[in-house]
């Protein structure tokens, strides 16, 4: 069971902005904020956002995170077809111990 | 560059012991303030966090799996492993494993190995 909360689906226009959101608590997101992966079907997840909100390098300037209390959010600017792909947050809880990863968003590219 | 690669049976047993490596190439696995994580997925499911280890030997498991869960680390071999018990059905996935630190959080990861539990 996923310990963050992300809504299962998004869609979006060509060109357009989604914003994609990861709700947890503050033993998690609200302590230490939410990294962000990217993962498309068949290969493994990709590091998008790091929990401070920069970017790895060669990460694209469309993709952009901000955090209010206890929920994240991933802003991908510009919408490309190769941004349609499963989207997972992930924090560090401290009251666990452990890595906790939302269920992930399906984002959809129209 | 860093790059990890899983390994290990493909098809195991139920009840028996679920074990894989990762071999990090391109950095050793003592440098720098890492730890080295195994993750799973379901088909079609989200991402699961296994547990962590520091080439100190320290781990943290996740809640759900430490009664079932070893992690272990052979910095001689630049490779860590995952040894998981009484594996059932609900225990096959692809099985990830992937660098974290502190400041990078989970940077690199493995292209994952399929692993299923079946008779």
């Known amino acids: 069971q996923a310990g963050l909360t992300q809504p299962p689906s998004v869609s979006k226009g060509l060109r357009q902005t989604a914003t994609l959101t990861c709700t947890g608590n503050?033993?998690?997101?609200?302590?230490?904020?939410a990294a962000w992966l990217q993962q498309h079907q068949g290969h493994p997840p990709k590091l998008l956002c790091y929990r401070n909100n920069n970017r790895p390098s060669g990460i694209s300037e469309r993709f952009s995170t901000s955090r209010s209390g206890n929920t994240a959010s991933l802003t991908i600017t510009g919408l490309q077809p190769e941004d349609e792909a499963d989207y997972y947050c992930s924090a560090w809880d401290n009251s666990l111990s452990a890595w906790v990863f939302g269920g992930g968003t399906k984002l959809t590219v129209l | 560059q860093v790059q990890l690669q899983e390994s290990g049976p493909g098809l195991v047993k139920p009840s028996q012991t679920l074990s894989l490596t990762c071999t990090v190439s391109?950095?050793?696995?003592?440098?720098?303030?890492?730890?080295w994580n195994w993750i799973r997925q379901p088909a079609g499911k989200g991402l699961e966090w296994i547990g962590r280890?520091?080439?100190?030997?320290?781990?943290n498991y996740n809640p759900s799996l430490k009664s079932r869960v070893t992690i272990s680390v052979d910095t001689s071999k630049n490779q860590f492993s995952l040894n998981l018990t009484s594996v059932t059905a609900a225990d096959t996935a692809v099985f990830y494993c992937a660098r974290g630190s502190r400041s990078s959080d989970l940077d690199y990861w493995g292209q994952g190995t399929l692993v299923t539990v079946s008779s």
């Open positions: 280890i520091y080439t100190s030997g320290s781990t």
């Open positions: 391109g950095a050793s696995i003592t440098s720098g303030s890492y730890y």
């Open positions: 503050s033993d998690n997101v609200g302590n230490q904020g």
